[in-house]
């Protein structure tokens, strides 16, 4: 139950990516509530996460590693290598994921050690009841979605690991969630490239979480994060209300950000740079 964004353009002269998510989640089977914080500091980049939150929470975990040894390593001048290292270290992560998911889903069904199924299961079951149980385990994803962004030898990097496992290296921008279908497609009517300003993809990202709300299970809330160089940065209540003031219009607005638009992100600080539509 959620729309999360990432998206890639520059700030001062440098890479920088937008983050933004909903706050909307389930308590219980069927109780909606709009109280889920699904942004995860993963070094100096950033997770946002969607699907059931303690799959997401060890998928988090589970490529951490690869991520602070991407984003220590990752040189200018063998960026290209670097990313692909990366994304295999996301897919070995996220392989070893879903092994242990399995794994938990025979101990559970079966009582048996995963090992000792895989080696004599057809002894302990039936024909059907082996087949049957093999074709759960074929259907058993990762259970969470994640998107990581970070600024990483000065470029901005934008990673999507699906359910499925599958890890792609996003271009411009990229979605997850039950929303992310509505918000994919607006933000495919705009034209994209690295060199697009943060004030306009601030008005992009944030037109598209308004209209991924017409999803019933978005919230409203909304949360920011932007990254950059080696900053988190967020909106200010006066930021917000010029972001708010120019979604929804026509054309894309022309806008400016001084210096009391946006702020630090502060861990200590109460103020969480979250708005309310």
Not at 71 to 100: T, V
Not at 148 to 173: C, H, P
Request: charge should be negative; hydrophobic fraction near 35%.
């Amino acid at each position: 139950m959620t729309v999360c964004i990432a998206a890639s353009c520059m700030y001062e002269g440098s890479s920088a990516v937008v983050l933004c998510c909903d706050w909307q989640g389930t308590k219980g089977s069927f109780i909606k509530s709009d109280d889920v914080d699904k942004i995860r500091i993963m070094g100096t980049g950033t997770g946002l996460i969607s699907g059931s939150l303690t799959e997401a929470e060890e998928l988090v975990a589970e490529c951490d590693s690869a991520v602070l040894a991407f984003q220590k390593n990752a040189k200018e001048d063998s960026f290209d290598l670097d990313m692909n290292d990366y994304l295999k270290a996301l897919r070995r992560a996220g392989e070893k994921r879903k092994a242990d998911r399995v794994a938990n889903h025979v101990a559970m069904a079966l009582g048996l050690d995963p090992i000792e199924f895989w080696k004599n299961g057809k002894n302990y079951l039936s024909t059907s009841q082996h087949d049957e149980l093999y074709d759960e385990i074929r259907k058993i994803d990762l259970g969470a979605s994640l998107i990581i962004g970070s600024v990483t030898a000065n470029d901005s990097v934008i990673i999507k690991v699906d359910r499925s496992g599958y890890v792609s290296w996003e271009n411009n921008f990229s979605t997850i969630g039950s929303g992310s279908l509505i918000a994919q497609a607006f933000l495919c009517q705009y034209e994209w490239d690295e060199e697009i300003e943060l004030t306009t993809c601030l008005h992009r990202v944030y037109s598209a979480k308004q209209a991924a709300e017409k999803d019933p299970q978005v919230g409203p809330t909304t949360s920011f994060e932007i990254l950059h160089k080696d900053k988190r940065l967020d909106m200010t209540d006066i930021g917000w209300k010029k972001l708010k003031r120019i979604t929804g219009k026509p054309r894309e607005p022309k806008w400016t950000l001084v210096s009391g638009d946006l702020r630090e992100d502060n861990d200590d600080d109460t103020s969480t740079g979250v708005q309310s539509n």
